[in-house]
């Protein structure tokens, strides 16, 4: 059972980032139906570290194009996305090492993080980008 479903209400208009952030709502998505199925360990730490690496990648191709169109909110954006990777990395670290389980919590973190963050912070980039030609 999907834990997020992308609709285009959660389109930002340009479609680089729209591709990656349905690839990440999958990878959530993956990581809930591994805990709920009781998925091993193994498992479950795959997906973590599969999802931490693809928003690390998000998050460099949304500063990339920060970057290339002077984006005036950029600072306060990259803020968000600094906090959001040192959280779940900080997660990470704890439960490879075996001190923390994926429950609901995490998973509600995870999918209210990335529906406010592309609701909000991303549509207004994606503003600035489509009215700079950028689709």
């Given at each position: ?59 460099g ?23 959001f ?41 994606g ?9």
């Amino acid at each position: 059972m999907a834990l997020i479903s992308w609709s285009n209400m959660l389109s930002v208009g340009v479609k680089e980032i729209d591709d990656q952030h349905k690839k990440l709502i999958d990878l959530i998505n993956q990581l809930n139906d591994a805990m709920h199925q009781g998925k091993g360990k193994d498992v479950l730490g795959k997906v973590l570290t599969e999802l931490v690496s693809y928003t690390l990648y998000h998050f460099g191709t949304e500063e990339k194009l920060m970057g290339q169109h002077h984006y005036e909110d950029s600072a306060a954006h990259k803020n968000e996305h600094h906090k959001f990777v040192q959280t779940v990395g900080d997660f990470k670290k704890k439960f490879d090492a075996g001190g923390a389980m994926i429950s609901i919590e995490i998973m509600n973190f995870l999918r209210d993080w990335l529906s406010n963050h592309i609701m909000k912070t991303d549509k207004k980039f994606g503003q600035s980008l489509n009215k700079q030609g950028v689709k």
